[in-house]
């Protein structure tokens, strides 16, 4: 089955700093990667995805990239607020015949003011 | 629009004893899928179901979890007997589309579950 490693497990930037998360993954079929970003007792939710047929993505601060030969995708946020503190998930899901999405570890992101 | 309700949100058990959670998807949503998520680390698929069938079951302990969505809309997610190691938040989410395509997925608040 799939795999997706993310890394860092921490990380702690000043804010207006950017932030950088990588993932990889092992099944070279998945094509749809979300990014999740979870606050203290609440669910995932999704911020960002990008398909495999496009390389980068943006949304306002945040962009994903994607780098299918490498198998690996990243999550970069600029400018970065106190309240982008949260856990950040990246995920990938297979393209078989229904949607099965793995997820990764997960990055504590802190964003010190 | 309301989002996905799940009930309780904490439990706190004895091991052996027995536990059942509740999953209201978005309406309308066609795919329901449960995550159990340990401390520290990604959620796992349990189970997810389309309408009222079940789609993928592979990671469910079956010897003491079950599930069930009845009439494709509420789900029900029981542990019977429970151990020490599921003690985890037992996340709820749905989807709009047949599971056959890609699509974002709407995550309920979590019941957080203590097995002692």
């Known amino acids: 089955g799939e795999n997706v490693e993310q890394h860092p497990s921490t990380l702690s930037v000043q804010e207006g700093d950017s932030a950088v998360i990588k993932c990889t993954y092992s099944?070279?079929?998945?094509?749809?990667f979300p990014w999740y970003k979870q606050e203290l007792g609440k669910g995932p939710q999704l911020i960002i995805d990008?398909?495999?047929?496009?390389g980068e993505k943006k949304d306002q601060r945040i962009a994903v990239t994607l780098n299918k030969t490498a198998k690996h995708f990243s999550l970069h946020i600029t400018e970065t607020q106190p309240e982008d503190s949260a856990v950040y998930f990246c995920?990938?899901?297979?393209?078989?015949?229904?949607?099965?999405?793995?997820f990764g570890t997960g990055t504590k992101l802190q964003v010190i003011p | 629009e309301a989002g996905v309700a799940q009930s309780p949100r904490y439990k706190i058990i004895e091991k052996r004893q027995s536990v059942a959670f509740w999953c209201n998807p978005i309406?309308?949503?066609?795919?329901l899928y449960w995550y159990q998520q340990i401390l520290g680390q990604g959620p796992k698929l349990l189970i997810q179901?389309?309408?009222?069938?079940?789609?993928?079951d592979s990671q469910l302990p079956k010897d003491r979890f079950s599930a069930e969505r009845l009439k494709g809309v509420d789900s029900t997610l029981k542990i019977q007997p429970a151990k020490l190691e599921d003690s985890a938040v037992y996340l709820c989410?749905?989807?709009?589309?047949?599971?056959?395509?890609?699509?974002?997925?709407?995550f309920g608040p979590g019941t957080r579950l203590t097995v002692l």
């Open positions: 989410a749905s989807s709009l589309y047949e599971v056959r395509l890609t699509d974002t997925q709407y």
């Open positions: 099944d070279s079929a998945s094509n749809y």
């Open positions: 990008i398909r495999s047929n496009v």
């Open positions: 995920a990938a899901s297979s393209a078989g015949g229904y949607q099965k999405v793995t």
């Open positions: 309406s309308g949503h066609a795919t």
């Open positions: 179901f389309q309408n009222n069938g079940v789609v993928d």
